[in-house]
């Protein structure tokens, strides 16, 4: 592989022959569509010439010519439709070189080490993946989702960057993750390869145009053409991976082996960040704005509780990838706003309904105001099931009605049907009032219909009912004992008591809800010091 795009034969077949068989199927799919003109011409010239004088030949040249016609005009409009179609653009943030001069040294350096073009930009992803993207096609100049050196025809492809690695990851592992992906770019720059993905992209915009009024006749042909060259781009992006692998065993080699030890513990970090700590801010209207320092975070938690993670928090006092940026505030806030849209279809941008929360005031004003809201559901509930009322919301309430005569918690079937009905309507009625409008980080086909990748599918009415008893349990010891709402980076909201988290609650909820045994969770609630029949502030 070098500069000008050649590529280095690993394996058979090459990225190369699998890039001109995608090709020679595009070549065939354009030959029978021009096949009826050329019969046409070769009726009429013999027409013309009087060798078909007579007999069917004037019907049989008239019809053949408005076959070809009708070919021509459909397979205009396809091909057109194929060519101008914008392919999909992941949503990015944005990082001009004057927001990170020493990471886009950094990428230089890389490419030059290994004799291929260097991307031309950087943008980073809210994920724990790194990729090279076209964004030279028209259709995204047109639409405004790049601009700038990328966006012009025959540009390198933009280095992608999972935001996560910058803040975890120190910078010698950072550069030797990014090698083999920045070595991509040779591949990218062979006039077949670049010839078959953009054939491969046009295809499968195509299918999503067939999904509009008027244009649906034209998935149809542009799945079928995308079936018949599927093995071949899959085999081609192969080869170019391998190409890519290949040339960049060169570049800090043994350091990629310790480095990817580090991309799988960011992954598990990552996830567990979102699923428990951002997931439960953002149904409250609450984004978290530095979502890449928390995973610092919680991967040193992790490496303090898990032992197979020894050793990982040591290499903090390295210099972090982080400081390859200018302003890494500014760029986490972004890219934390960017995964609040992804993943759970917030605004685009911050307002009113939908404000940032640091980390410090997460315990008070995502945590409290979580467990208050879900109490406040709870007895709403309870209400609609006509459960006769004390003095206020207590939880004395919750317990007697849990607490059934038959023991197989049988009262709380209803009461879970109906928070599930809540809850179904209350996400209902916030997705009608617009969590997706505006304009994105970067507007793309797709993008409207957020979120993109879900965190957690749909959860039980037996887990939510567990969930706002468990919250209700959490208000009245905040209120009437010496507990407090905390964060934990690993599990998110935790009850504190006298300064320490107490993880013992959830089996005696799981009593009361499942059994209708309320006696381990009476118990529990004496040992602290919580009064049930006190009123509990609802919000």
């Known amino acids: 592989m070098s500069g000008t795009g050649s590529i280095v034969e690993v394996g058979v077949p090459s990225a190369r022959s699998r890039a001109l068989a995608v090709l020679r199927v595009r070549s065939r799919a354009l030959a029978l569509g021009v096949l009826p003109a050329a019969l046409a011409v070769v009726l009429l010239s013999a027409r013309m010439t009087g060798r078909l004088a007579g007999g069917p030949w004037p019907a049989v040249t008239l019809v053949v010519c408005v076959v070809a016609v009708l070919v021509l005009l459909v397979g205009g409009v396809f091909a057109a439709v194929v060519l101008r179609a914008g392919p999909a653009v992941t949503p990015t943030v944005p990082l001009p070189e004057t927001a990170a001069p020493d990471l886009y040294r950094l990428v230089r350096d890389l490419a030059d080490r290994m004799d291929v073009p260097a991307p031309s930009a950087i943008a980073l992803t809210p994920d724990c993946d790194s990729w090279l993207e076209d964004r030279t096609h028209a259709a995204h100049r047109r639409s405004g989702v790049s601009g700038g050196r990328e966006s012009e025809p025959g540009a390198a492809p933009v280095l992608v960057i999972g935001s996560p690695f910058l803040w975890w ?20 720059a062979h006039p077949d390869i670049a010839d078959a993905r953009s054939f491969v992209r046009g295809l499968d915009a195509a299918v999503d145009v067939g999904g509009r009024p008027g244009l649906g006749w034209i998935g149809a042909p542009a799945r079928l053409l995308l079936r018949l060259c599927q093995a071949d781009a899959v085999e081609m992006e192969r080869g170019v991976a391998a190409a890519a692998s290949d040339r960049a065993q060169g570049v800090d080699y043994g350091l990629r082996m310790v480095a990817q030890e580090q991309v799988g513990l960011a ?8 699923t428990r700590v951002a997931l439960p801010a953002w149904r409250m209207g609450r984004w978290p704005a530095h979502l890449d320092a928390g995973v610092v ?3 040193t938690e992790l490496s303090r509780r898990d032992r197979l993670a020894e050793g990982f928090a040591s290499r903090l006092g390295e210099r972090p990838a982080c400081d390859l940026l200018e302003r890494p505030g500014v760029v986490d806030e972004a890219a934390s706003l960017l995964a609040a849209r992804l993943f759970h279809g917030g605004p685009a941008e911050a307002g009113p309904d939908w404000s940032p929360v640091d980390w410090a005031a997460y315990p008070e004003e995502v945590v409290d105001r979580k467990w208050r809201a879900e109490a406040a559901r709870l007895h709403a509930a309870l209400d609609a099931l006509a459960v006769p009322a004390g003095p206020g919301a207590t939880l004395d309430r919750v317990l007697g009605h849990l607490a059934d005569a038959a023991g197989e918690g049988a009262a709380g079937e209803a009461l879970a049907g109906l928070l599930s009905g809540d ?5 209902r009625s916030a997705g009608a009032a617009g969590p997706g409008a505006g304009a994105g980080a970067g507007v793309a086909r797709g993008v409207d219909t957020v979120p993109l990748f879900p965190l957690q599918p749909p959860r039980s009415g037996r887990d939510l009912l567990t969930d706002h008893v468990t919250a209700m349990v959490c208000a009245a010891a905040v209120d009437s004992a010496d507990a407090a709402p905390g964060l934990d980076w690993l599990d998110g909201p935790v009850l504190l008591v006298g300064g320490e988290r107490r993880a013992d609650l959830a089996p005696r909820v799981l009593s009361l809800v499942e059994d ?9 609630l004496a040992e602290i010091g919580v009064r049930p029949e006190k009123p509990v502030r609802l919000v």
């Open 169 to 188: 990851m120190r910078v010698a592992e950072l550069r030797a993750v990014l090698a083999p992906v920045v070595a991509g770019t040779g591949p990218s």
């Open 267 to 274: 992954y598990a970090g990552w996830d567990r960040l979102l």
């Open 297 to 299: 975070s919680a991967l």
């Open 423 to 427: 809850l179904a309507r209350e996400e």
């Open 516 to 524: 209708g045994d309320p006696e381990p969770l009476r118990d529990w």
